[in-house]
């Protein structure tokens, strides 16, 4: 394979497969029941996140460095990163003794930039999404002369990420493989490998909808840009464009692009960390989210869902727990108006506790404009088993002389 080829082959994955396997582990499939009883269907999960460095990155990136011709090597590498690809890139490079810079968005989480400089190399943030810091790198790169190392839009790269199709081919063959899809090159490979090796296992990519290039690309006919800020949760595909290279690839072997929003891969990692006790990132867990919406036609069928990664902020682990219980109706949130003397409060609080929902947060004001003097809005966000819960908390509350108005975000996270 050459630097400025345009496709990847399955001799190309094949290559990349035994260039990889000092630095990565083979993930085994693992066949996980709770998913099978709510799809009905026979769920694999591929789990990436288990990978080094936390995601499936580390294939795409180490096989590239691996293709460096020693000029190159002297020059060094930079790449713009959501931060997954970046540490990825920060650890081949050092492994290999090379100079690496990873440019990420201002916005990547600190969790994903404190890995990344953990692997020794420098760290620029600039820009507010992902293209920014592309844009960036791209400056750097003009100055630096580095070799520029492209998260996806890179034929090395992409056969990187294939080595993960050969790996489901050898365990299984499943009916549907669902792959979570940001600049597309870890579906391009996946896509590759599987036409290879299992020719009738339908690829279906997974996006944001808060960053859906696949299904504008799809739509368009070529590679497109969606045309607003992206904005989602999932910020391993939030690229905003699909690269020219994988979806060359992708046309000839995907036809199907599942949208999901920011609620429904929320639930997803939800779902993961409390049936599975598995820790995905957004976009690791997208796939997941993909198969539960199409649930319905998957039944009966044997699927793959990969987890791409799970380098999560801790602090946007805990909204995304937060908004998937609210999802879920296992959090409540309501409003009650109470006479403003000593007593009310732990009086409401004990009727609360009757029916054994627990307070998260409360909020108690006095000062609002359509509140009475003498009166106060007390809001209470509740823990709750779930929407017969809720429902039989609201009857409870009712029944003891409460007015309770249901209404509002949640008062956390």
């Known amino acids: 394979m050459t630097v400025t080829q345009k496709t990847v082959t399955i001799d190309d994955i094949l290559k990349a497969r035994q260039v990889v396997a000092p630095v990565i582990k083979p993930t085994p499939l693992i066949h996980n029941e709770t998913l099978s009883r709510m799809i009905e269907a026979k769920v694999f999960i591929k789990p990436e996140n288990l990978q080094k460095t936390g995601s499936f990155k580390i294939r795409g990136a180490y096989n590239r460095i691996a293709a460096l011709e020693p000029a190159e090597r002297a020059r060094g590498v930079i790449a713009a990163s959501a931060g997954n690809h970046g540490q990825a890139l920060a650890y081949a490079a050092t492994r290999a003794g090379l100079k690496a810079t990873i440019v990420m968005p201002e916005t990547a989480p600190i969790a994903k930039v404190s890995a990344t400089r ?86 279906i990519g997974v996006e944001a909808a808060g960053s859906a290039q696949l299904s504008a690309s799809l739509a368009a006919g070529g590679a497109a840009s969606i045309g607003i800020p992206v904005d989602t949760i999932a910020d391993g595909l939030a690229t905003g464009r699909i690269g020219d290279i994988p979806f060359g690839i992708i046309r000839e072997h995907v036809r199907r692009a599942v949208t999901v929003d920011d609620f429904e891969i929320g639930a997803a990692v939800l779902l993961m960390l409390e049936r599975m006790k598995m820790l995905a990132e957004g976009a690791g867990a997208a796939a997941l989210a993909g198969a539960l919406k199409i649930g319905a036609e998957l039944r009966g069928k044997r699927i793959v869902v990969v987890v791409s990664g799970g380098n999560i902020d801790v602090n946007l682990l805990d909204r995304i727990i937060g908004h998937g219980l609210s999802k879920m109706g296992r959090l409540d949130r309501i409003e009650v108006a109470l006479h403003d003397r000593p007593g009310q409060l732990s009086l409401l609080l004990a009727e609360v506790g009757k029916t054994g929902a627990n307070v998260r947060a409360i909020d108690h004001d006095r000062t609002r404009r359509d509140v009475a003097i003498g009166w106060v809005w007390v809001t209470l966000e509740l823990e709750t088993r779930g929407p017969e819960h809720i429902s039989a908390i609201h009857a409870h509350l009712r029944k003891a002389g409460y007015e309770i108005t249901e209404e509002g975000p949640p008062l956390t996270p």
Request: glycine share 14%; hydrophobic share 50%.
């Open 118 to 203: 953990s692997y020794g190399q420098a760290v620029v943030l600039e820009g507010i999404d992902y293209q920014a810091a592309r844009v960036a790198a791209g400056r750097i790169c003009g100055e630096s002369k580095a070799i520029f190392v492209d998260a996806y839009d890179d034929a090395h790269v992409v056969a990187g990420q294939g080595t993960i199709g050969l790996e489901i081919a050898d365990e299984i063959k499943p009916d549907a493989v669902l792959v979570p899809v940001g600049g597309g090159g870890l579906i391009a490979g996946i896509a590759v490998a599987l036409t290879a090796r299992l020719p009738q296992t339908e690829v």
